[in-house]
């Protein structure tokens, strides 16, 4: 811990008689006394062993410092800022045990303007972790304590790289009451140093592991990224604190917190203890019920509900798919990974992608040909989530046979919704233990969400009402549309364009009606 003092933009420190003091009561170990650590300065002539002056701070005689630019009548400083820091190191945490120590701190000082006429507009005290260092890109409006680079990056398109130099706070995050920071040892320690037992899976773009923050008494799951993975690995990691750290809702994983640190990126949990839905459907998870299944997915639609209409904005995840729908102790749904997910706002509706991104057989078609996402594609994925829990088949595999063939469960629903005998598509390992009336509203709804045409699919409120009062049932033509979609036009500036063409002798509608 390092103690300092921090001026910016067009304001001296003049301190004819500057009187600093600090005191700390450190406690690291029950067995350890309190100590006091204290320092009394009347002038700086001798201060250098003990006190660092950063960014533009510099000694102005013995008896005053400048903590930004500005000499003599000229006090503009330009935006410029300087610390004056306490630097021995004082100790807070005992890396043996684990123990923080309690601490308090008394300040003192005497501070005179070298020029009465001249009005500083920025001062503050702070701890940081030893060594101090000024923050990167560092701005004099916010005290020169956090840096500008984030907000600059996301200003622009949410498809841009984004600056990842080690320091860069996410101050939308450091200044409210979300997720926190926790430093990298404390992460280090609650998964036993990333042991292979407390491993619980892994991603495209790291692992996640089981953990223990003693501090605070949680079961945690740590996400682990590789900085030097790759620039989507890191574009997803800032993606997911951006957006998950400012939603609340019951049916979506809490993140709890994040972590820069050796070169690594992690991020925090709340631990949910029955794993992912995807282990349950097709692993060696607990036997869902039918009862069990329609609670998951009615949690799931509520999900998506809160982000694509209950929000400040759109948000769009762009990844839906059991392994990212986490089960709590009662099996309720909680829709987590949000690292290719996209703010959108209300009123646009479309964003065009430089490339498509998600999972093969969850994946909107025409998001495929034409780089786009939208509330619809993400119909389309929830639509396909439901056809796979009802039918307890993933939306595409390859058929035991000579041909070695692809089987496509939303194409082979359909083919029987046409003949009349949907339910034969029902999971035999429930044995005929369902209702009948909400399976065969499970497996319409989910084949209206997953309609080629993004047109003619529900929004998520229409698929849910409809869900939740097991009908009126949708009206759908017996065989599944094939459309065609055009892919996007470059423009002169080689930007994609947002149009779209779509024809087919066999799209015959372009609303859905109930029956």
């Excluded at 690995?233 to 049916?251: A, D, F, P, T």
């Amino acid at each position: 811990m390092a103690a300092g003092v921090l001026m910016t933009k067009p304001f001296m420190a003049a301190a004819a008689a500057a009187l600093v003091s600090l005191l700390v009561m450190l406690r690291c170990l029950p067995s350890v006394v309190a100590t006091t650590v204290s320092f009394n300065y009347s002038s700086f002539s001798n201060a250098s062993k003990n006190i660092t002056l950063q960014g533009s701070a510099a000694l102005a005689g013995a008896e005053w410092i400048e903590l930004t630019k500005g000499k003599g009548n000229n006090l503009s400083s330009g935006g410029t800022m300087g610390r004056m820091v306490y630097t021995p190191p004082v100790q807070l945490w005992d890396a043996a045990t684990g123990e923080v120590a309690s601490f308090t701190t008394r300040f003192s000082f005497n501070i005179t303007p070298k020029n009465k006429s001249n009005k500083g507009d920025g001062m503050t005290f702070f701890l940081v972790s030893y060594p101090s260092r000024m923050p990167y890109m560092g701005y004099g409006g916010a005290l020169g304590l956090t840096s500008q680079t984030f907000d600059n990056a996301t200003a622009g398109d949410r498809e841009e790289e984004e600056d990842d130099s080690e320091g860069d706070p996410i101050v939308e995050i450091e200044m409210g009451t979300g997720p926190r920071r926790f430093p990298y040892h404390i992460l280090v320690n609650a998964t036993k140093s990333f042991a292979a037992e407390e491993k619980l899976g892994q991603g495209g773009f790291g692992a996640v592991y089981r953990g223990n923050l003693r501090e605070l008494g949680l079961d945690v799951a740590i996400k682990r990224f590789a900085k030097d993975s790759s620039k989507q690995g890191r574009k997803e990691y800032k993606s997911e604190i951006k957006v998950i750290s400012r939603l609340r809702h019951r049916n979506l994983v809490q993140l709890i917190g994040w972590c820069h640190g050796r070169d690594e990126l992690l991020l925090v949990y709340e631990l949910v203890p029955n794993r992912s839905l995807d282990v349950h459907l097709h692993g060696n998870g607990t036997f869902l019920t039918w009862p069990m299944r329609i609670n998951i997915v009615l949690g799931l639609g509520n999900a998506l509900l809160y982000l694509h209409e209950e929000w400040e904005q759109c948000v769009v995840h762009r990844d839906i798919k059991p392994s990212n729908i986490m089960l709590d102790e009662s099996f309720n749904a909680k829709l987590g990974d949000f690292g290719l997910a996209r703010l959108i706002d209300h009123n646009v509706g479309v964003q065009t992608m430089t490339h498509p991104s998600g999972t093969p057989g969850y994946l909107d078609p025409e998001c495929v040909i034409t780089g786009k996402a939208s509330a619809e594609s993400d119909v389309y994925s929830f639509g396909v989530v439901l056809l796979e829990v009802a039918c307890g088949r993933r939306p595409m595999s390859l058929l035991d046979n000579q041909n070695n063939s692809l089987f496509r469960l939303v194409e082979w629903v359909w083919d029987l919704y046409g003949q009349g005998v949907v339910l034969k598509a029902a999971d035999e390992r429930l044995n005929n233990d369902y209702d009948a009336t909400s399976m065969e509203c499970v497996m319409a709804v989910g084949l209206w969400c997953a309609h080629p045409d993004r047109y003619a699919r529900p929004s998520i409120r229409a698929a849910m009402t409809v869900l939740q009062s097991n009908g009126p049932l949708p009206v759908l033509p017996s065989k599944m549309p094939v459309p065609i979609y055009a892919p996007p036009m470059a423009s002169s500036e080689g930007q994609l364009s947002s149009s779209t063409g779509m024809s087919s002798s066999s799209l015959t509608i372009t609303s859905i009606t109930p029956r």
